[in-house]
């Protein structure tokens, strides 16, 4: 089994894989989010391991968009503590640093810190990759903002650990397959669903499931490519598409709905962050 991801090796991409299906998963790094579906299409990978949501950041869009273009199903949600470690190559001191690298989203969930101590920051391609890119050139006053996984991978000394501004930072992933996951209790169900263009349209799509007391756990529209000013609206409820009232619900759904595409039910995380 071989799986996907985003970034270079000791991404938080990876962390979430090695989380998820143990420390001997075989991985494989992709350039862009749609290497990740194009490596599952060719059979390079058995599954692939894709952030959708940040909890500071807010949704992926890149990921939904991939997810409405390609027919793969969700197998599993991961739930991930992001906790940010500064790094340097030996020989640099926390006084030393005066420029730090990382992807900009990293560097945004430190920008407290980066603003308290005066550091520059300098946006990179990857977590991950500043770091391998640091370790394989070190440059003077220079540190990276990445895992302890990618510290531990590239040989890099740890000079603070846990410098994101927000405690409760958290990533969610989808386990992204070619096939439906197997049936796992409790479940959770994502899709994708547009509306006519009328009044109460929305109203009457999302009644089909306060008719039937299932609880929605995200709703939120992305706009259209293509389209200007048109919408899908992407929504998990608990529970699996088989449970009775789930399919009574998604029946109802498809008379009252323009387009429903099922995204997929799956297991769903529980335990906080660090489980799956």
């Not at 946006?123 to 990445?146: M, N, R």
């Not at 040989?155 to 409760?168: A, K, N, Q, V």
């Not at 929605?216 to 200007?228: C, D, M």
Request: with cysteine.
């Amino acid at each position: 089994m071989i799986v996907a991801f985003q970034g270079e090796h000791g991404a938080y991409s990876e962390e979430a894989i090695r989380r998820h299906f143990g420390p001997d998963a075989q991985t494989l790094p992709c350039e862009s989010f749609t290497g990740i579906f194009q490596a599952v299409q060719r059979g390079d990978a058995t599954y692939g391991m894709l952030p959708v949501e940040n909890a500071l950041a807010g949704t992926v869009a890149q990921s939904y968009e991939l997810l409405m273009e390609y027919d793969f199903r969700v197998q599993a949600e991961v739930l991930l503590a992001i906790r940010h470690h500064l790094l340097a190559p030996e020989g640099i001191a926390l006084d030393d640093v005066r420029r730090v690298k990382s992807h900009p989203q990293a560097l945004a969930q430190c920008a407290d810190t980066l603003q308290r101590r005066g550091w520059e920051p300098v946006a990179t391609y990857d977590t991950a990759g500043a770091a391998h890119d640091l370790a394989e050139k070190p440059e003077p006053h220079t540190a990276v903002i990445a895992s302890a996984f990618a510290g531990e991978l590239y040989g890099l000394t740890t000079l603070e650990s846990g410098i994101e501004d927000d405690p409760m930072n958290s990533t969610r992933f989808f386990v992204i397959g070619p096939d439906d996951a197997p049936r796992h209790d409790p479940s959770k169900t994502s899709l994708v669903f547009g509306v006519r263009h009328r009044p109460r349209a929305l109203y009457d799509c999302i009644g089909a499931f306060a008719e039937r007391d299932i609880n929605l756990t995200k709703i939120e529209s992305r706009p259209i490519r293509g389209r200007p000013w048109q919408y899908w609206f992407y929504l998990d409820f608990e529970g699996h598409w088989q449970d009775p009232d789930s399919e009574a619900a998604l029946v109802a759904l498809l008379h009252r709905a323009s387009m429903v595409k099922m995204l997929g039910s799956y297991p769903a995380a529980s335990g906080g962050p660090n489980s799956t």
